[in-house]
Nanobody, 121 residues
Framework: QVQLVESGGGLVQAGGSLKLSCTAS????????MRWYRQAPRNQRELVAE???????NYADSVKGRFTISTDNDKNTAYLQMNSLKLEDTAVYYC???????????????WGQGTQVTVSS
């Protein structure tokens, strides 16, 4: 009923920048929140950034001041601008969204398939 598709991952040198995109499509009535998670090999998946429909922002301490989450509500798209990338930012980045379907009113949480970000020295 809903798909989240991420894009924008790739290989970048330390200190560089990347911008990830996540677009939701399907029977969407409202998106209450969108998030970016990441998972590095042998690590647990961790929350990187969150933005709610009310405009509240939340960032992991490790990315504060370097990453910025934003949304384009007309396009049902969330972005993650990543600057000053570090080796430890290497991970698969996943998009996550809390969505109310047109069949409403319950909210469901959906995940994207992930996009690889690799930071090299």
């Amino acid at each position: 009923q809903v798909q989240l598709v991420e894009s924008g991952g790739g290989l970048v040198q330390a200190g560089g920048s990347l911008k990830l995109s996540c677009t939701a499509s399907g029977r969407i009535s409202n998106i209450n929140a969108m998030r970016w998670y990441r998972q590095a090999p042998r690590n647990q998946r961790e929350l990187v950034a969150e933005i709610t429909s009310a405009g509240r922002l939340n960032y992991a301490d490790s990315v504060k001041g370097r990453f910025t989450i934003s949304t384009d509500n007309d396009k049902n798209t969330a972005y993650l601008q990543m600057n000053s990338l570090k080796l430890e930012d290497t991970a698969v980045y996943y998009c996550n969204a809390d969505i109310v379907l047109t069949t409403g009113p319950q909210t469901f949480r959906y995940w994207g398939q992930g996009t690889q970000v690799t930071v090299s020295s």
